[in-house]
Structures are given as C-alpha cells and as structure tokens.
C-alpha cells in the first residue's frame, strides 16, 4: 500500500514529529507508515486522513495484490 503522507505533510509544512503528536503515536510509527514499512491499523489511517482533511481514499492507495 503506498500512501501520501510526507506529500500532505510537505504541503502543511508540518513535520514527521508534529504529526505523531497530533494523532498520538510515535515519530518512528509514522517515519514506518510514510516508508512502507508499517501498514497503520483502521483507526490510525482515519486519524490521519481526518488530520489532513482528506478521505482515507487519497492518503493511502491500494496497489495491485494488496
């Protein structure tokens, strides 16, 4: 799964720490999530959309096989 996160981060000029903060994890989790390496569970993905106003649709992008 590929998502948008350090894209929307870049465009609010909000840092990867900023982030963890504001939807309670840590900045390592969210380094993991924007690096593929980590797949957020329902309720984070939607803290995250929610934090950057968008649909859970356009921060995180299924891929073919997933």
Known sequence: M???IKVER???DITQQ???EAVGVSRQ???AIE???FLPS???AI?????FCKPV????????GD
């Open 2 to 4: 590929k998502n948008r």
């Open 10 to 12: 870049a465009e609010m």
């Open 18 to 20: 900023q982030l963890a």
């Open 29 to 31: 989790t969210i380094v």
């Open 35 to 37: 690096r593929g390496r």
């Open 42 to 44: 329902t309720p984070l």
């Open 47 to 51: 803290k995250i959309s929610r934090f």
């Open 57 to 64: 649709e356009s921060i995180f992008l299924l891929e073919e």
